[in-house]
């Protein structure tokens, strides 16, 4: 019915575009005020409908699943291991399209969508691994603010590291050249453990703009020399290396400075402060007890708390009561914790057993 109408107003060329708009108007109104046509008219409204709830979602489905496989695919070829893609898949099963669909993540919006699955898990200790294990995962994501890691060049000192079997032990090496993504590197000195033999896959290190950070290869041929050397393919540019989340118990009394929320008394200009105590701290933050305050999800606070004084953002609340909350609270920037990542950047590996013997098991 609409599509002849449309069709016949179209072929009157003697009618103007306000003219064909009002004769539109006048024929549909006349139409839906026939009782024949009311049964039909709201068939096809009613199936329209039906159809667009049944398709829409599944067609959001089907756009956010092929989004969140080739994020999977990416992250594979930046070196990630598998445990860590399937910790990504498993948090952003859930996550809107918009977290996907772009070339970088949104810090903000992976968060959000992590700390809703950590609200999901009722044991206190899987919540507390679990968490541990999306910050150690954070740390090697491609962000949006993530800052570009460099280049390899001759000379620079690496480590190259056999990812199969997971405790091989690192050999050192020197850069000799780096063309595009071939490098040729030799050892210094060989450890006892697994030879690099042409076809092995190992994981290249190297310290750039003070972040340590790592590259899947496989070993081409070895040469032979007074000193042994490699040439390696790379198989993805250098990221962040893995974290190692170790952590220990502390007692720290704290001020805790609510910088994002306005004074209680209009004529002043100094932040809300609220009575803390730190009782653990990590390598990428801190658990407080806060007495008569409760923090929000990504809210902005400062930490005075001596050596661990810094800013910090609300990531987890741990436990909530009437008088006092427990929150975990991600560090944003200290000067403690550059100086650490300066100092420890070309450390070997810490020995595993230690605070809990969480660090060991996200140690690379």
């Known amino acids: 019915m609409v599509v002849a109408l ?7 060329q003697g009618l103007s575009r306000v003219e064909r708009l009002q004769l539109v108007r006048r024929e549909v109104t006349a139409e839906l005020g026939k009782a024949a046509n009311g049964p039909d008219l709201l068939w096809w409204v009613g199936g329209l409908a039906a159809a667009a709830l049944v398709l829409l979602p599944l067609v959001y489905w089907i756009r956010r699943t092929i989004h969140l496989y080739r994020w999977m695919e990416a992250l594979r070829q930046l070196g990630l291991d598998d445990d860590e893609v399937q ?3 498993q948090i952003a099963r859930r996550a809107p399209l918009a977290l996907l669909r772009q070339p970088k ?5 992976f968060d959000k969508v992590a700390h809703k699955l950590l609200k999901r898990i009722a044991s206190d200790s899987k919540r507390d691994v679990t968490m541990l294990r999306i910050l150690a995962l954070r740390h090697r994501l491609p962000f949006r603010d993530a800052p570009a890691l460099g280049t390899v060049e001759a000379g620079m000192r690496v480590h190259a590291r056999a990812s199969t079997p997971a405790d091989a032990p690192s050999v050192r090496a020197d850069v000799v050249t780096s063309e595009g993504n071939v490098l040729k590197l030799s050892l210094i000195e060989e450890e006892t453990g697994p030879p ?9 290190r190297a310290l750039l703009l003070g972040h340590t950070c ?6 081409r041929h070895r040469l032979d020399g007074t000193r042994p050397r490699l040439q390696v393919d790379c198989l993805a540019p250098f990221r962040k290396a893995r974290l190692a989340l170790l952590d220990r118990i502390v007692s720290v009394p704290a001020k805790l400075n609510l910088v994002e929320r306005l004074p209680s008394r209009t004529y002043e200009n100094t932040a809300p402060i609220a009575e803390a105590l730190v009782t653990r701290e990590t390598t990428v933050g801190v658990n407080v007890t806060v007495r008569h305050a409760r923090l929000t999800f990504g809210e902005g606070v400062q930490l005075v708390a001596g050596p661990l004084s810094g800013e910090y953002v609300a990531f987890d609340e741990v436990a909530t009561s009437r008088d006092q909350s427990r929150y975990f609270l991600m560090r944003v920037s200290s000067a403690r914790r550059d100086a650490a990542i300066a100092a420890g950047a070309g450390k070997a590996r810490p020995a595993s057993g230690r605070a809990r013997g969480r660090g060991s098991a996200l140690t690379p």
């Not at 033999?197 to 290249?204: A, D, K, L």
């Open 6 to 12: 449309l069709r016949w107003v179209v072929q009157d």
């Open 196 to 204: 690099l033999i042409p076809g092995m896959q190992v994981v290249v």
């Open 214 to 219: 790592e590259t899947t290869a496989n070993v």
């Open 87 to 89: 910790l990504f898949a």
């Open 105 to 109: 993540l949104a810090p903000h919006l």
